[in-house]
């Protein structure tokens, strides 16, 4: 976990709102990654950046919006909190030797919308 | 698009036994990696092995690569209660895309 915080790290919130989950690292790390863990479905990759301004989408990238202004900080859009948004929500981070060199992860958000 | 599998979904052994835990994949490599996870904690990176070698040793861990059989093992020796979590296989497709995880292997050691 360390170089690399996470916020709000429990969020209760409800069908239909905003909500926005904010990844910081101190590192200066190139690559940035969020995912969410669900039993029985393990890591999924929902959105990356490889750079300032520059993300893409991953697995299971509908109903996300991300984004990256300043190298440090990578945050997760829900527009419309939806209950099968439910679960745990992990960032990482990657040193920039490449898209694929290891991650260290932050200490996750556990988000519930009821 | 899940990639790697591993197996057994859980094992639970004795302290002092060891664990011993697999990864299967469909496509090809170029590297692959194993993280653990501690309950309520994020993942942290274990070892790498590339698709050119064989085995590799870090401490009381052994990663095994087939590429001929696209899988994986890895062995703890002499486990201990703190070794109790979940372990996950990712891995480096070919071409420029993010790892891929797999949905792990929940170890439990009793004291």
């Known amino acids: 976990d360390a170089g690399i915080t996470q916020s709000p790290r429990h969020k209760v919130t409800e069908t239909g709102t905003p909500v926005t989950l904010r990844c910081h690292q101190t590192?200066?790390?190139?690559?940035m990654y969020w995912y969410r863990q669900d039993p029985g479905h393990g890591l999924r990759l929902i959105h990356y950046?490889?750079?300032?301004?520059?993300?893409d989408k991953g697995e299971v990238s509908d109903g996300y919006s991300v984004s990256r202004s300043k190298t440090e900080d990578f945050l997760l859009t829900l527009e419309s909190a939806t209950s099968s948004q439910t679960s745990v929500y992990f960032c990482?981070?990657?040193?920039?030797?490449?898209?694929?060199?290891?991650?260290?992860f932050g200490p996750g958000t556990r988000l519930t919308v009821l | 698009s899940q990639q790697g599998e591993e197996d057994p979904q859980a094992l639970s052994i004795q302290e002092g036994e060891n664990a011993t835990m697999n990864c299967s994949y469909k496509?090809?490599?170029?590297?692959l990696q194993w993280y653990r996870q501690n309950s309520g904690r994020g993942l942290v990176h274990l070892i790498l092995?590339?698709?050119?070698?064989r085995e590799k040793h870090s401490g009381r861990l052994r990663v095994t690569l087939d590429t001929s059989k696209k899988s994986s093992s890895l062995l703890i020796t002499a486990s201990r209660a703190a070794d109790t979590a979940s372990y996950f296989c990712?891995?480096?497709?070919?071409?420029?895309?993010?790892?891929?995880f797999g949905k792990g292997t929940r170890l439990s050691v009793i004291a």
């Open positions: 990482a981070m990657g040193p920039g030797q490449g898209i694929q060199d290891t991650q260290y």
């Open positions: 590192e200066n790390h190139r690559y």
């Open positions: 950046s490889y750079g300032v301004k520059d993300t």
């Open positions: 496509t090809s490599i170029n590297n």
């Open positions: 092995i590339r698709s050119n070698e």
């Open positions: 990712a891995t480096e497709n070919s071409g420029n895309t993010p790892l891929v």
